[in-house]
């Protein structure tokens, strides 16, 4: 299985500035398609989860400008690049390149 | 408006079955497969398995801590897609959410989740 190591877990942050959560996992995820199926999603306490970014890098419908996806391979990151309040919650990064599919441990966002 | 609402939660011992629904509406269900994904109380989330769209042949993928136990299945001429969980143990308590997925293998839209309780 392909595990997804996130960092870091928690991530105090004050309004208005960045944000930026790792994402690696144990082996590439480059699908045999050529495509590379790491997502993020993003958890606000009480809700389910939502959809940020797909295939790395592309923002889902509805999801500000704010949050962008970068990364390849192994190696992604989710940045944020003006903390707002309801930004609060736990993301997760999830890979879909090879069954099963995995999610990573979860990072909470919270305002200092 | 895109929606997806599960049903069929609740306190069951283990052992027992319990089936789950998904109901779907807004979008074109038949083109989407359709994931679950559980969250067990305070934790993070856990892929349980999928059904691929028809046009991907309908095949279905689980997690190894469900295989054998768990069913999932579709009805697109009613845009519901099921889970169904046998032999349930105390570990399988979770909330469980349902999920679609586009060509991007991504997870686009989630149900609000049904409760599942295993316990004596």
């Known amino acids: 299985d392909i595990v997804m190591t996130q960092t870091p877990l928690s991530s105090p942050v004050t309004l208005g500035q960045p944000a930026s959560i790792s994402c690696r996992s144990s082996?590439?995820?480059?699908?045999?398609?050529?495509?590379?199926?790491l997502s993020w999603l993003q958890q606000r306490p009480g809700q389910p989860p939502r959809l940020l970014i797909y295939?790395?890098?592309n923002r889902f419908s509805g999801v500000p400008d704010r949050f962008s996806g970068s990364g390849a391979g192994t190696d992604f990151t989710l940045k944020i690049s003006r903390v707002e309040a309801e930004d609060v919650g736990v993301y997760y990064c999830?890979?879909?390149?090879?069954?099963?599919?995995?999610f990573g441990q979860g990072t909470k966002l919270e305002i200092k | 408006e895109v929606q997806l609402v599960e049903s069929g939660g609740g306190l069951v011992q283990p052992g027992r079955s319990l089936r789950l629904s998904c109901t779907a509406s807004?979008?074109?269900?038949?083109?989407?497969?359709m994931s679950w994904v559980r969250q067990a109380p305070g934790k993070g989330l856990e892929w349980v398995g999928f059904?691929?769209?028809?046009?991907?042949?309908?095949?279905?993928e689980y997690a190894a801590s469900v295989k054998g136990r768990f069913t999932i299945s579709r009805d697109d001429s009613k845009s519901i897609a099921y889970l169904q969980m046998n032999s349930l143990k105390t570990e399988d308590t979770a909330v469980y959410y349902c999920?679609?997925?586009?060509?991007?293998?991504?997870?686009?839209?989630w149900g609000q989740g049904t409760m599942v309780t295993v316990s004596s």
């Open positions: 999830t890979q879909a390149t090879q069954s099963p599919y995995t």
């Open positions: 999920t679609s997925s586009a060509a991007t293998r991504s997870f686009d839209i």
């Open positions: 807004g979008f074109t269900f038949g083109d989407y497969a």
């Open positions: 295939k790395i890098s």
């Open positions: 082996q590439s995820l480059v699908h045999s398609d050529g495509n590379t199926y």
């Open positions: 059904i691929r769209s028809k046009a991907y042949g309908g095949t279905t």
